[in-house]
């Protein structure tokens, strides 16, 4: 019961993070120990459970794919997605520096517990490590295109959305914004929760379908990887963190905005400024202008010290 009970926690806390923009779910899979075990039952799906169901029928099938943690993990992972539709983004609108803040902490505190995993750092790690941060601060830079409701691009944002949702630091949900698919995707799965039979199914089902094979495909990449070279996938993955952190700086100066599928205006694109600018700010959009300097270093060492205490009382696997 109380591994259940964990595995359900973890599954919510990934849920969570795909929801919002520049929280990577792989992050925070990769913070409760669980990432390696997940690509592992990813890829356990393959045609040689064909032969293990002749061989050894269902129940065979059921432990070569880690059936019981794949089923608790995806229950919290659903539960974890519907609370951040309805809480968490609610929550952004309205409080946004100190919600950033911590998830600044959570990030920060990660990166040197997966960077100590490395055996050993040579040229190559090093290189890794700047390539995965340079990649990923650019993405956080980028400006987001416009996104279409056409099936075929639908199909492929799913395939793209999953496949950062697997990377810890690149988030889904941030890659969805930057295709300009955010918009679209978010508020059809809403729509859908409320109207199943709604006209939002076929994207739901299509979106679905691209994420099916985005996860297949890209979990097998990552699973060769982390076989083969253990040490460079790892440097990658730390690289990817760091560089996600000017995604999730707290303070950001608001430089456009943009109407929502529901007539909202919401944040378009924005930067990171120090505090002390953040405070000069004549106005700001949806963040305003006050630091809350202290509330928000309270924040960032709460999410630290969790992450420690999450490091020393979870399993490695």
Known sequence: MKETIQLILKGMSMGVAEVIPGVSG????????????????????????IVTYK????????TQVDGFFLIKLLLGMVIGFLIGLKIIVGLLASHPVHIWSFFFGLIIASAPLIARQVNKWRWLEVFCLL????????????????????????????????????????SGSFVLLLLGMYTIIMP?????????????????????????????????V?????????????????????????????????????????GEEVIQFSQSVLPQTFDNLSSN????????????????????VLIFILDKFSPSS
Not at 35 to 43: G, Q
Not at 195 to 219: A, C, K, N, Q, R
């Open 131 to 170: 390539v995965g941060f340079v990649l990923v601060y650019w993405i956080t830079i980028a400006a987001p295109s416009q996104g279409s409701d056409h099936l075929v691009i639908v199909f492929f944002s799913g395939i793209l959305g999953v496949s950062a949702l697997l990377l810890p630091g690149l």
């Open 222 to 262: 990552l699973g060769y990887t982390f076989k083969k070279y253990p040490n460079p996938t790892l440097a990658l993955l730390t690289g990817f963190l760091l560089g996600s952190l000017n995604k999730v700086w707290p303070w950001q100066q608001v430089l456009s905005m943009r109407i929502n599928s529901k």
């Open 285 to 304: 959009p949806i963040y305003g202008t006050n630091p809350y300097l202290f509330e928000s270093m309270g924040l960032m060492v709460l999410a630290v």
């Open 26 to 49: 792989g992050t925070l899979a990769f913070i409760t120990g669980i990432y390696e075990r997940l690509l592992s039952c990813i890829n356990a799906f393959n045609p040689s459970l």
């Open 188 to 220: 059809a799965i809403q729509r859908f929760t409320q109207h199943p039979f709604g006209p939002e199914l076929w994207i739901v089902l299509i979106f679905g379908l691209g994420m099916i094979v985005g996860l297949f495909t890209f979990s097998k």
């Open 55 to 62: 061989k050894e029928g269902f129940k065979g099938v059921w």
